[in-house]
Nanobody, 116 residues
Framework: QVQLVESGGGLVQPGGSLRLSCAAS????????MRWYRQRAGEQRELVAS???????DYADSVKGRFMILRDNAKRKMWLQMDRLRPDDTAVYYCNADNIAGATYWGQGTQVTVSS
């Protein structure tokens, strides 16, 4: 079993930056791909960025060049560095991870609000 806990959300002005963290605990030794999703109010959850166990990264088109996903397996942590934030980045951000057996885990989410 794996537990994921996000932190770092908050209120930021347009053009500002935030760094989200995801801390993993439990049976983390076999985690495979980790991801950040977000869900805007009234919309479906969407994939923002992913990073494999070998640090191959992928991003949604809407965040390319502004967001960076990072991972430290030894520290059991993942981060999402978000720069040049826009109002349409406002959402609840979720940490997600798969293990090598195919089980999927979710964090509880952290709110990001971009507003002046």
């Amino acid at each position: 079993q794996v537990q994921l806990v996000e932190s770092g959300g908050g209120l930021v002005q347009p053009g500002g930056s935030l760094r989200l963290s995801c801390a993993a605990s439990g049976s983390v030794f076999d985690l495979n791909t980790m991801r950040w999703y977000r869900q805007r109010a009234g919309e479906q959850r969407e994939l923002v960025a992913s990073i494999t166990s070998t640090n191959n990264r992928d991003y949604a088109d809407s965040v390319k060049g502004r967001f960076m996903i990072l991972r430290d397996n030894a520290k059991r942590k993942m981060w999402l560095q978000m720069d040049r934030l826009r109002p349409d980045d406002t959402a609840v951000y979720y940490c997600n991870a798969d293990n090598i057996a195919g089980a999927t885990y979710w964090g509880q989410g952290t709110q990001v609000t971009v507003s002046s």
